[in-house]
């Protein structure tokens, strides 16, 4: 009996470091990550909050590259990549105003703001329906915005 108890010990301590070792820290920062998506096992991005960046990595995680947008005080909330090169990235300011919409058209290497009909606004989450992007945000009451067609690249 003790012996069976000592192999399901030994077993149990196995698993434990088995289970454990499935985590690995990818990238640590100051500030906090909101959004974040993966055009394939390769290439992501992550929105960072309480910086003027985007987080991107080219090969699964290993490395990371700061991308630089609209520099301010402000959060970045989501990212939406339609592919490795054609993207999105939108947020809001620290106080009132009309948030942040921005788009790249070489994966990120530079992020061109876009003016919106919004006047208050912070936009928290990005999609794709069809052919239309999607914005979803608040700041006294919820917004909803589509683009009517999909943007062609430097639109």
Not at 20 to 30: F, G, L, R, S, T
Not at 99 to 104: A, K, L, N, Q, S
Request: proline share 2%.
């Amino acid at each position: 009996m003790k012996r069976l108890a000592l192999l399901f010990v030994a077993w149990a301590s196995l698993m434990t470091l088995s289970v454990q070792a499935q985590w690995v820290e990818a990238y640590n920062n100051i500030g906090g990550f909101y959004g974040f998506h993966f055009t394939d096992t390769l290439n992501g991005w992550f929105s960072h909050l309480g910086a003027d960046k985007i987080i991107h990595t080219s090969d699964g995680g290993f490395t990371f590259q700061v991308q630089r947008v609209t520099a301010g005080a402000y959060n970045m909330y989501d990212v939406y990549m339609e592919d490795s090169q054609v993207g999105w990235c939108a947020g809001g300011n620290l106080g009132s105003g009309p948030g942040f919409i921005h788009r790249t058209t070489n994966g990120g290497a530079t992020w061109v703001r876009k003016t919106h009909p919004a006047s208050q606004s912070i936009w928290g989450q990005i999609e794709q329906v069809g052919s239309s992007i999607w914005f979803i945000g608040a700041i006294d009451h919820l917004l909803i915005m589509k683009t009517l067609i999909m943007a062609l690249p430097g639109n």
